[in-house]
C-alpha cells in the first residue's frame, strides 16, 4: 500500500515475533526497521521477517529513519526512556505492559507525549482478546440488566518462566505482569474502581515474586468484583491463557468459561456460544488467543492514527491500571483496602 504508515519496532525479543507477524497481517502499515541492543537478535529477526534497516541504538534509528509510529516492545526498564525519545522526535509510539515502572514514570511519559503533541498507547491487548470482547457485547446489549458482580479470573500452572526468564527475578510478579491485564479486563467490563483490597503469597519457591493474588475490587456504581490470578493452580485440562468470566446483573448472567464458552442466563432461559479465537496462520496454541488479540490492538492502532483519535487503551486511560497495580501492592502490603482518587475528567 503506497501510503501505508511507516513504523519501527524496538525489540527483537521473545514477544516481539508476535508483533512483527501481525503487522504483517495489519493492513495500513509495515514495520521499515527494527532496534535491539542484542546484535544476534537483530540480526536473527531481521533475517526471519525480510527486514534490512536494522540498529543497535534507537536514537540513531530516529535520527536517519522517517517513521509514522514505533513500536516498543522491550521490558519495563527501558520503556520510559524510549517513549520520551519518540516525543522528543514527534513519532507517535506503542508501549508494551507494563507501561512504566512507576506510576510517576507513567505520569511524566503521558505528560511528555501530549506536551510533543503525539499519540501514545499502551500494548494492553486482554481487552482485545475476541472472548473478552464478546463479553463487552453481552453486557452493552443490556440482556443481563445492570451488572452487580463479576470474577474475573485466571489460574494456571503454564511454565511462563521458560519463554520469559525475568519473571522469575522481579521482586513483583504475578500482579504486575499478568494481574495488569486481569484488573485492566475488570475496569474494561465493571467500570472504574474506587477501592481495592488485595492478598498475595509466593507458591513456587524457585522464583522471587508473588505468584497468587487475590483483589476485592468495588467499582463505581456499586459494583463488586474479585479478580484472582495463580500461576500455582494445577488443574485437570490447564486454561492457559484464558481468562474466565463470571458476571451477574440484574437481569442476567454471562459466564466465560474454560475453552471459550460463553452462557448467557436470563428468566427465559440459558444460551452457550462458542467464542473461540482465529487460530492466525502464524499463530501456535494455546497462545493463539493473545496472538489474535496482537492483531486486533494494532489494527486500533492504525484505525486511531487514520481518524487522529485517542487510542482506547492510551498512556493516559492506562493510569487507572497501573495505579490499580500499585494499590493491590499497597493493600498486599499494609493489609488495609486501599481507596483510589477518581479519575481525572
Ligand atoms: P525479552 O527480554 O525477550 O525481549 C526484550 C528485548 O528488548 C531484548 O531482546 C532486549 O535486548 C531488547 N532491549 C531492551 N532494551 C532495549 C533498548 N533500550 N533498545 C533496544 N532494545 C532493547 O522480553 P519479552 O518477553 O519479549 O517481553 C517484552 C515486553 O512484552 C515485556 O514488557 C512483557 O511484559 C511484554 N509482554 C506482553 C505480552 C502481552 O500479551 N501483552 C506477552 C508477553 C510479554
Ligand atoms: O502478557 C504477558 O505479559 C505474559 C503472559 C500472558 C504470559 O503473562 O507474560
Known amino acids: 500500500m503506497p501510503d501505508a504508515l511507516r513504523g519501527a519496532l524496538i525489540s527483537c525479543g521473545f514477544f516481539a515475533n508476535n508483533h512483527l507477524h501481525a503487522w504483517h497481517d495489519a493492513d495500513g502499515a509495515g514495520i521499515v526497521a527494527l532496534c535491539d541492543t542484542d546484535a544476534s537478535r537483530l540480526h536473527a529477526v531481521g533475517a526471519r521477517f525480510g527486514i534490512e534497516r536494522l540498529y543497535a ?67 494492553e491487548n486482554f481487552r482485545w482478546q475476541t472472548p473478552i470482547l464478546a463479553v463487552r457485547r453481552v453486557i452493552d446489549s443490556g440482556r443481563i440488566g445492570a ?7 485466571f489460574r494456571s500452572a503454564y511454565d511462563v518462566f ?7 527475578q522481579g521482586a513483583r510478579f504475578i500482579i504486575e505482569d499478568l494481574g495488569i491485564h486481569i484488573l ?18 509466593r507458591v513456587n519457591p524457585a522464583i522471587r515474586g508473588e505468584d497468587v493474588a487475590t483483589m476485592l475490587l468495588g467499582h463505581d456504581g456499586d459494583v463488586t468484583s474479585v479478580v484472582d490470578c495463580s500461576y500455582a493452580t494445577r488443574l485437570e485440562r490447564d486454561p492457559f491463557p484464558e481468562t474466565l468470566v463470571e458476571i451477574d446483573g ?25 467464542v473461540a479465537p482465529l487460530l492466525l ?20 492502532w492504525v484505525a486511531c492514527l ?10 493516559r486511560d492506562n493510569l487507572r491500571t497501573l495505579a490499580l497495580v500499585q494499590a493491590s501492592y499497597d493493600s498486599a502490603a499494609t493489609g488495609q483496602t486501599v481507596r483510589l482518587p477518581a479519575p481525572a475528567l
Open 147 to 153: 451488572p452487580f458482580w463479576g470474577r474475573i479470573s
Open 306 to 315: 487514520r481518524a487522529g483519535c485517542e487510542p482506547a487503551t492510551s498512556g
Open 57 to 123: 541504538d534507537a536514537e540513531r534509528m530516529f535520527a536517519e529513519e522517517r517513521l509514522d509510529f514505533v513500536d516498543i516492545a522491550t521490558t519495563v526498564g527501558s520503556h520510559r526512556a524510549l517513549v520520551e525519545m519518540a516525543a522528543r522526535q514527534k513519532v507517535a509510539a506503542i508501549c508494551q505492559k507494563p507501561f512504566a515502572a512507576t506510576l510517576a514514570d507513567a505520569e511524566a511519559m503521558v505528560a511528555c507525549c501530549a506536551h510533543a503533541g503525539v499519540t501514545l498507547m499502551v500494548h
Open 184 to 201: 485492566d479486563v475488570a475496569r474494561f467490563l465493571l467500570g472504574e474502581v474506587a477501592s481495592v483490597t488485595a492478598r498475595t503469597r
Open 250 to 274: 440484574t437481569r442476567g448472567s454471562v459466564r466465560l468459561s474454560q475453552g471459550y464458552r460463553l452462557t448467557v442466563a436470563d428468566r427465559d432461559g440459558a444460551i452457550t456460544s462458542d
Open 281 to 300: 496462520p502464524w499463530a501456535t496454541r494455546p497462545w493463539h488467543n493473545i496472538q489474535e488479540s496482537v492483531l486486533s490492538i494494532q489494527r486500533h
Open 162 to 168: 521458560s519463554g520469559q526468564p525475568y519473571l522469575a
